[in-house]
């Protein structure tokens, strides 16, 4: 029997969402499990684990996910071989670990299990196509990653995007030196001397 070139007719089309719907939901709750799984067996939990030397919340996984993450997000604002751009690197850094070290307990709970997500292997790369250790990605990869989550109709992921990107962002924004390299002069004088009187 020949196969035929024809659409699928609108019940086709509906079984196939269902179907990419099911595999998501299987995807998603493999994915979950295994981290829930690895944690159980390695018999500590996220917030046991130390913060990396010289942060407060920030655990040496998650370091070197922002760290990866810093240039792909903030994209031209910044040129990573300028002599100046190690030391911009380590006060983003600095300023995401003490946003996240003064958030509630709940919402820090909440992030550990997104940084947890990223770190093990076989979840980061169900979810985020991603296989190499954060350190190791390419930057393709992890704009693929950013854009795949942007785009995605997955809550989690979407969410997931804006909490890592406006991390980054918000935190460099915040340095002053940020402001010679995204052009902006700073603060006219009158509105600093005022706001810090």
Known sequence: MQPTSTPPSG??????????LLRLGVVGTVALTSTSMVATLSGCSSRQEAAAQGFTFLRDADVSLFRALIPIVLG???KTGDSHYQ??????LKNIDGALANLGKPAQGELLKLFDLLHLRATRWLTTGVWANWNDASADDLRSFLK????????PFNAGYRVLTKLVVVSYYSLHESWRFSGYPGPLPSLYQAANA
């Open 87 to 92: 030391g911009l690197q380590t006060h983003v």
């Open 11 to 20: 019940e086709d089309s509906l079984l196939l969402t269902r179907r990419s």
């Open 148 to 155: 795949r989550w942007q785009g995605s109709s997955v809550g």
């Open 76 to 78: 031209d604002v910044v």
